[in-house]
């Protein structure tokens, strides 16, 4: 028995070496596999004109981060995403559910433009027209941890109107697609053509209702133009603000 202890002894080193081999061997195979699929499978899939500067992939950890990603349309930027994190539960995937522990978006810019029947361009295939068919069946086991946005900038444009939109800050907290009943932590801080709206919101919903409690923050808002914006004849002229507390 000693002799086979000190004949293991003299082989850890071995065995050792060849285990980081494997280990790091079957790393960089699936960082070369999942960057083989966004590149050549995923990518040009996306719109002409899509330039994504570097992608950074741990496929053990399940992490993807993403920098300098935009989208051109005749030379117009219409969407900039400096950097995109995401951190995915990869035991969770073993038993069919998607959780995503971490979505980081951060100093982003996106450009919409509204059309005569009311739908919205961003420079992707069109959406906001027929909804599609809802399959009966039960929706797919996805949840998000947390969300983060920082820096986004949305350029919003309507015929001749135009109205710019910074998201300095949107933390939502834990979402699931299948719980009946959850309770969402909301927190925000735009600003609205330089006005500032801040909220710190818990959203309650239970099968198709929602409630919305906490608190809601506006500097003097232009009515006329919000009205305009959302493609109403004004009703109501002048500037309001609000300090609420909703229940």
Same mark, same amino acid.
């Given at each position: 028995?000693?002799?086979?202890?000190?004949?293991?002894?003299?082989?850890?080193?071995?065995?050792?070496?060849?285990?980081?081999?494997?280990?790091?061997?079957?790393?960089?195979?699936?960082?070369?596999?999942?960057?083989?699929?966004?590149?050549?499978?995923?990518?040009?899939? +996306?719109? #002409?004109?899509?330039?994504? &500067? =570097?992608?950074? *992939?741990?496929?053990? $950890?399940?992490? @993807?981060?993403?920098?300098?990603?935009?989208?051109?349309?005749?030379?117009?930027?219409?969407?900039?995403?400096?950097?995109?994190?995401?951190?995915?539960?990869?035991?969770?995937?073993?038993?069919?559910?998607?959780?995503?522990?971490?979505?980081?978006?951060?100093?982003?810019?996106?450009?919409?433009?509204?059309?005569?029947?009311?739908?919205?361009?961003?420079?992707?295939?069109?959406?906001?027209?027929?909804?599609?068919?809802?399959?009966?069946?039960?929706?797919?086991?996805?949840?998000?941890?947390?969300?983060?946005?920082?820096?986004?900038?949305?350029?919003?444009?309507?015929?001749?109107?135009?109205?710019?939109? +910074?998201? #300095?800050?949107?933390?939502? &907290? =834990?979402?699931? *697609?299948?719980?009946? $009943?959850?309770? @969402?932590?909301?927190?925000?801080?735009?600003?609205?053509?330089?006005?500032?709206?801040?909220?710190?919101?818990?959203?309650?919903?239970?099968?198709?209702?929602?409630?919305?409690?906490?608190?809601?923050?506006?500097?003097?808002?232009?009515?006329?133009?919000?009205?305009?914006?959302?493609?109403?004849?004004?009703?109501?002229?002048?500037?309001?603000?609000?300090?609420?507390?909703?229940?």
């Amino acid at each position: 028995p000693m002799s086979k202890i000190a004949r293991l002894a003299d082989r850890l080193p071995l065995i050792l070496f060849v285990s980081v081999v494997v280990f790091f061997g079957l790393y960089l195979a699936g960082v070369a596999a999942m960057r083989y699929v966004v590149e050549s499978q995923l990518h040009p899939a +996306l719109p #002409k004109g899509t330039h994504i &500067g =570097e992608i950074h *992939l741990n496929p053990f $950890r399940g992490s @993807i981060e993403v920098r300098r990603f935009y989208l051109r349309n005749d030379g117009v930027p219409r969407i900039r995403v400096d950097r995109l994190i995401g951190d995915v539960d990869m035991l969770q995937i073993f038993r069919g559910a998607l959780v995503v522990e971490r979505l980081e978006l951060q100093d982003a810019y996106v450009r919409v433009d509204r059309r005569k029947d009311g739908s919205f361009d961003l420079g992707l295939p069109e959406f906001g027209g027929e909804p599609a068919e809802q399959d009966e069946g039960p929706p797919p086991d996805l949840g998000l941890q947390a969300v983060r946005v920082e820096g986004l900038r949305i350029d919003y444009r309507d015929g001749d109107m135009q109205s710019r939109l +910074l998201v #300095k800050r949107l933390e939502v &907290g =834990e979402y699931s *697609l299948r719980a009946q $009943r959850q309770e @969402i932590p909301i927190s925000f801080e735009i600003d609205w053509d330089n006005q500032t709206v801040s909220s710190a919101l818990s959203l309650t919903l239970e099968g198709q209702a929602w409630r919305a409690t906490g608190s809601l923050q506006t500097d003097l808002l232009d009515l006329e133009r919000a009205q305009r914006l959302a493609r109403l004849e004004p009703q109501v002229l002048g500037q309001f603000g609000i300090t609420a507390e909703l229940d």
